[in-house]
């Protein structure tokens, strides 16, 4: 079979017309070290593809094709017959009664032609939120300074800010993704880069908080972590190594003392978390055992095996094993504590969490889901305006072909680890749910191509996770967008992410407030995006010509652009152009959802990330320039509660 019948079947599209207006053709080469990396694709005889029944009335299947009738159809959940029927038309009525959830549908037809396709049970929309309007503040996590953390934002520090968000009317907090990375070495501190989507940092633990730690077991700690507060960046590597210090000394008092409360409740836990939680503890107890990625150790641990595993578990590595699992849960139960908080204090969203659109190859996800994750292609995207050569975000995807052999299993695990204690969540790059751009390792990132991905039955998925966690879901649906994608993703009940900055028609005019979809949720800027004082100053232009980056935009360019804010807030009768006046404006949108950063709120010039660096920029290592317990002091309570009155938990005054 040649290489463009190959990559018909599993999806790949090597032609295609970038946003610069050119016709892009994959190399061959290129295209085969693509479609060597994905997995098998099924071709469904009787259906076209997964089949997603949306659990409303009564739902309705149309079927490609009959084969010899009758058809004969069976659905099965967990090995068990749940229901089971015939149709003698092109059509399949199913029971209004199925569960919801991640079924195998096995069809028959009277010849004995028999074929299983994953199927997706599905409510009919994902879970919409239960107010009108409301606003979140948005915070990067790391970046807090408190006068009793150990040199970065903790899960302590996150329960003050959600009674500090609670002060300022806000319906919650928003936070940088919470995915556990790799230790957090300088150079790996990306949140958006994860070594697993499926558990926590452990690194935003409050250490001191767990009750079996006591401050003689780290003399030196106290004393430690007032040095490694201080200064304008969080030093990842010092501060890392005194968290893991505190936590082995944490669980060790934890081995020998722990009531049998304790105990049952992390050993309930466990279970909870089983078989995944385990599998993580023996991947990075190996991880740190052995060098290189996980594709070079020895051949018996190249894939997950529950055998080998278990041997791990019980053998003299037993408790470093339980160790991950004791971390895992200390941050479980501290992160939950602060929803719980949330939810004490009457906020309708509480905690809004980010989920990365990739991991990395190296990590844990991609060892553990390695038919459906593929390590050898990156997610990225092609060429455009402001990054001519393409890019490569270096972060492995999941595919088609691996996740429809087990029903979506894997996508929905990684849904529910992020819902677990959120009450919104957004989807980073949410357009790859239709389609990922991927580039073969070793190849630059304008020889990539499009991965056509199963959107119905992922978007499936997500309304029906969403629904059984009660979590609002946010794709961030920036970007080129395809034809339809937004009105079906809305259709599913899954809100759009509106970024001011980037809402002008195409005379640069900045979009007014009808504008805006109630569905969504509208912010001024983003983590990736220069904060409102540094637009005002120009700031971020001067940082990117220094950094030898093009900045995008020239001085008249943005002279113009302060002047049509301008225009657009006179249109709307707001007079001044501060940060409270842009966002009155923003109040005013349908949206039902407002983020408002805290490095706005602060008057911060220097933004969190600068896209196209590593080193040149501190990115993800910035602090706060004021302590948690002094922000209020800092913020013109009255000019954001006049700002935020139609919004806010307690209104203006």
């Not at 239709?434 to 119905?456: H, S, W």
């Amino acid at each position: 079979m040649d290489l463009l019948a190959q990559a018909r079947i599993k999806g790949v599209q090597s032609e295609f017309v970038d946003a610069l207006g050119k016709l892009r053709v994959t190399d061959p080469v290129a295209l085969k070290s693509i479609l060597d990396a994905l997995p098998e694709k099924r071709v469904y005889r009787f259906v076209s593809g997964p089949v997603v029944v949306r659990a409303l009335g009564h739902p309705r299947t149309e079927l490609a094709t009959m084969g010899a009738p009758p058809l004969q159809w069976t659905l099965r959940a967990n090995g068990n017959v749940i229901a089971q029927g015939e149709t003698r038309e092109p059509v399949i009525a199913w029971p209004a009664d199925l569960p919801l959830g991640y079924h195998r549908l096995t069809l028959t037809d009277a010849e004995g032609v028999a074929e299983e396709v994953p199927m997706i049970v599905a409510p009919e929309r994902a879970f919409g939120g239960e107010f009108d309007r409301g606003w979140l503040l948005a915070v990067q996590l790391y970046g807090v300074r408190s006068e009793r953390n150990w040199g970065i934002g903790d899960f302590t520090d996150l329960a003050d800010l959600v009674r500090l968000a609670k002060q300022l009317g806000a319906d919650g907090v928003g936070l940088n993704p919470l995915h556990v990375l790799f230790d957090n070495h300088p150079a790996d501190c990306s949140p958006y880069s994860p070594n697993s989507r499926l558990f926590l940092n452990p690194l935003y633990i409050d250490v001191e908080a767990i009750p079996e730690f006591t401050a003689d077991l780290v003399p030196d700690a106290a004393a430690t972590a007032a040095r490694l507060r201080e200064g304008n960046r969080v030093p990842y590597a010092d501060m890392a190594a005194l968290k893991w210090l505190g936590l082995r000394a944490a669980y060790g008092s934890f081995v020998t003392s722990a009531s049998g409360v304790r105990r049952n409740q992390f050993d309930a836990f466990r279970a909870d978390r089983a078989p995944l939680l385990s599998r993580f503890a023996c991947f990075e107890v190996l991880r740190h055992r052995f060098t290189g990625p996980w594709w070079e150790w020895p051949s018996e641990w190249q894939q997950p095996d529950e055998a080998k595993c278990a041997e791990l578990r019980n053998g003299p590595d037993k408790r470093d094993v339980e160790f991950i699992e004791f971390v895992q849960w200390t941050a479980d139960s501290q992160l939950q504590a602060a929803k719980e908080l949330s939810i004490q204090l009457g906020m309708r969203v509480g905690l809004y969490l980010d989920v990365a659109v990739g991991v990395q190859s190296n990590g844990f996800d991609a060892w553990n889901e390695q038919a459906a994750i593929s390590r050898h292609l990156a997610v990225g995207a092609p060429p455009d305006v402001l990054n001519t050569v393409g890019q490569d975000w270096g972060l492995a995807g999941f595919n088609a072909g691996g996740l429809e052999a087990q029903s979506f299993v894997p996508f929905a695990d990684m849904l529910a680890a992020s819902m677990r204690h959120a009450g919104a969540i957004r989807i980073d790059h949410v357009l790859g749910l239709k389609r990922l751009y991927l580039v073969p390792r070793g190849f630059k990132p304008d020889n990539g191509a499009y991965v056509q991905m199963p959107f119905e039955a992922l978007l499936g998925a997500i309304a029906r996770e969403s629904t059984v966690h009660q979590c609002i879901v946010i794709g961030e649906d920036l970007g080129t967008v395809p034809e339809g994608f937004r009105e079906t993703m809305q259709d599913f009940g899954i809100w759009s992410y509106l970024v001011m900055m980037f809402e002008r028609d195409d005379a640069g005019h900045f979009r007014n407030v009808d504008f805006y979809r109630p569905n969504a949720l509208v912010t001024l800027n983003t983590h990736d995006l220069c904060t409102y004082a540094g637009w005002r100053s120009f700031s971020d232009l001067r940082v990117k010509l220094s950094l030898g980056l093009d900045p995008g935009e020239s001085d008249q360019a943005r002279w113009d652009a302060l002047g049509r804010l301008d225009e657009i807030l006179r249109q709307n009768g707001i007079s001044a152009n501060d940060l409270y006046s842009v966002l009155a404006f923003l109040s005013r949108t349908p949206s039902r959802l407002l983020a408002v950063s805290m490095e706005d709120l602060l008057g911060v010039i220097d933004q969190p990330n600068i896209p196209g660096t590593i080193d040149e920029h501190p990115n993800w290592r910035q602090r706060l320039p004021v302590a948690l317990d002094k922000i209020a002091t800092k913020v013109d309570l009255a000019a954001l509660k006049a700002a935020t009155r139609e919004r806010s938990l307690i209104g203006g005054s």
